[in-house]
């Protein structure tokens, strides 16, 4: 009987203490509203983006699978579903209805995540776009002497502002700015890497 008697004592006081009411709610055992399980969903995944974000100086090329291998294997089912260097947008789906969250421009909504525009080439193939077109400059001109950012924006549509630090006789280098890195093109090679000319 008196090991009885405190057990009761002690659901009591739980009842009382502040703080543990939450033992004994109707929302006890993590149910939630469809939204308040989209938000935590998406905020759940927010940490692991801006990991992704702070090591590669870009949101552009986040997949789930990547976080989960390399930031956070706990990383909610969320969709990201468009990317960009500085913004993305993450979706969830909860009991057939769809939330999302588009950084950085506001809270989780209502609502799939808009159509991703268009991305522009990556910028290391588009150096290599330009590598072929100054071969097309050379095979005219008999030298890279000549060639301008300009014309070279002419020939390619789409293409990032791009910086011809050298171009003369037989040899160039161009550089190009994307994904947070900078990338030189130089030739006649037309060798692309990481870094400036």
């Not at 969903?41 to 291998?69: C, K, Q, S």
Request: net charge neutral; charged share 20%.
């Amino acid at each position: 009987m008196p090991r009885r008697l405190a057990y009761a004592s002690l659901i009591a006081a739980l009842l009382v203490l502040p703080g543990c009411q939450w033992l004994f709610s109707p929302q006890a055992g993590g149910a939630r509203s469809p939204e308040a399980q989209a938000q935590a969903d998406i905020r759940g995944a927010i940490p692991a983006i801006e990991a992704f974000y702070a090591e590669n100086g870009t949101y552009a090329g986040i997949t789930v699978g990547g976080l989960r291998t390399t930031y956070d294997p706990a990383v909610p089912d969320v969709r990201v579903v468009a990317t960009s260097p500085d913004s993305y947008c993450v979706e969830s789906d909860v009991e057939g209805l769809t939330y999302s969250l588009l950084h950085p421009r506001g809270d989780v909504r209502p609502g799939a995540c808009p159509e991703a525009p268009p991305q522009p080439p990556a910028a290391a193939d588009q150096l290599r776009t330009v590598a072929v077109v100054m071969e097309v400059w050379y095979a005219r001109h008999g030298s890279f002497a000549g060639v301008t950012p300009r014309w070279l924006e002419s020939r390619i549509p789409g293409l990032r502002p791009v910086r011809v630090v050298e171009a003369k006789g037989t040899s160039y280098c161009i550089e190009l700015t994307g994904q947070g890195h900078t990338y030189a093109a130089r030739g006649p090679s037309g060798d692309v890497s990481v870094g400036r000319c």
